[in-house]
């Protein structure tokens, strides 16, 4: 019976243990969560490294000095930072996915189904109020539908910050709508404003809510008490606003 025990729990000590490491020359193996790793030696590396492949794989270098259980341990320690960057591949992956019939995208706040209807020889794509007719099929039809948002971003945006600009009370020298990667808007000391394309799939309160953002850097060109005052008082519903851009994230690096 002691001999039984001491087998039980042994085998249940077992599964605990973290998977040994390959030796070298061996294939990829699969970690925790399913995770294939690749352990590469670098002979004249000075430091572990862990990084995350294009095909969702992770590569763990060890040092010249290195082992490989300080390897595996460092593995074990990264593990919440490894599941973080998949979690980021895998939203990646589903962004990068062909838009076809019944694909969905977010269209002035609401996500909207696209459909593809055969049309002679070409096809008409309908979201929302729009219809957009193409001359043949396509395997995807990502670009067409963003040039149409584009185009219409351009004409929209620029009357809207006029507007606002005149409402306001502010000078401006020009707008212009763009695809920038790492941010809604901008507006430069000359008194440029420069806006994201892809307002066109914000809420009408986001679009006002960040055209007042940039104009209100002609007052302050800062991000101090005194310029968040001067938002608040021309556009009281801010939070509300920032509250849904943190909340539905549009990827701003996605390739157009």
Known sequence: MLQLSFNFLQRHLDRLKPARLPARGESPFVWKHGITVQVVRRPRGRRYLLNLQADGSARLVIPQHGTKAEALRFLERSEAWLLRRIARWRDGATARLPWQDGSSFL???????????????????????????????????RAPVQARLRRMAERELKARTLELAKQHNIAIQGV????????????SRRGNISLNWRLIQTPPLVV???????????????????????VENAFPDYREAEKWLKSRKIDLREAD
């Not at 209807?117 to 001359?135: K, Y």
């Not at 212009?176 to 507006?187: D, K, P």
């Open 107 to 141: 269209y002035r706040g609401e996500e909207v189904a696209l459909r593809v209807e055969p049309q002679g020889e070409g096809v008409v794509l309908r979201f929302a109020d729009q219809a957009l007719a193409l001359p043949q099929a396509q395997s995807d039809y």
């Open 208 to 230: 006002d809510y960040l055209i007042v953002h940039e104009l209100m850097h002609r007052r302050e060109m800062n991000h101090s008490k005194r310029y968040w005052k001067q």
């Open 176 to 187: 212009t709508v763009r695809a920038q990667r790492s941010r809604w808007g901008s507006c």
